[in-house]
């Protein structure tokens, strides 16, 4: 198989894209969206900045999937049926864009934003200098995942032993939601909830970036 080299420039401005190594989307800022490749071609996905509801200045900003769509449920018997569009209707569920070890654990930030119906609020104006990174779940995977937590929530209900659920014709975008560091904790500032520094995966590698960029800046504009 021949290998496909893309460059990573934004399709609307030429600029230079950024993310981090396992990225499946990349960002301009300048345009505020997310570039996802797939087999050379680019998928154009705009920016949405969550406002913090949590008075504290953000230090960063971390991807997380929104993803409505309809149910459809081919299979499971008529109380399960009714159970799951009594719980859903026509959802909206969160899933972490970016790779948080031993979520099991600590607890996954999409699925506490969709048990909790939390709608996340636009930032107005976008906070563009911020850093943010780390979008490592491509479409197909996050639609799956967004299908089982909808399970996993009919599951508290009622038994779903098998039920068939799907979204139809699911549509997506990409949320910066914004975090505090707390000494050995990330705190996002929309939940409170707290995340292990140590469970999120390149953070260290994303905040260095930011160094880095906050040190070009200040060496074009003395």
């Known amino acids: 198989m021949t290998p496909c080299v893309t460059a990573l420039v934004c399709p609307h401005c030429q600029s230079h894209l950024h993310g981090l190594r396992y990225d499946v989307a990349f960002t301009c800022r300048t345009c505020n969206v ?3 490749f797939e087999q050379g071609k680019a998928e154009v996905q705009r920016l949405h900045w969550a406002a913090a509801k949590i008075a504290e200045a953000a230090e960063l900003y971390l991807p997380v999937w929104r993803v409505r769509g309809q149910l459809d449920l081919a299979q499971g018997t008529p109380q399960q049926q009714r159970c799951a569009m009594r719980l859903l209707g026509e959802p909206t569920i969160y899933v972490t864009g970016f790779q948080a070890s031993r979520s099991g654990t600590f607890g996954d930030l999409g699925t506490s934003l969709t ?9 107005s104006p ?10 490592v779940r491509r479409m197909d995977e996050t639609i799956r995942l967004a299908e089982l937590v909808a399970l996993q929530l009919v599951d508290q209900r009622c038994d779903v032993t098998g039920m068939t659920l799907r979204l139809r014709e699911p549509t997506l975008e990409i949320w910066a939601v914004p975090f505090k560091q707390e000494g050995a904790a990330l705190k996002d500032l929309v939940l409170g909830t707290l995340v292990p520094t140590l469970a ?5 590698e994303l905040l260095s970036l930011q160094l880095l960029e906050r040190g070009a800046q200040k060496k074009g504009n003395p």
């Open 34 to 36: 997310a570039v996802l």
């Open 200 to 204: 999120v995966d390149d953070l260290e």
């Open 126 to 135: 976008p906070p563009l200098t911020s850093p943010f990174g780390g979008i």
């Open 115 to 123: 048990r909790q119906a939390d709608k996340l609020s636009a930032s």
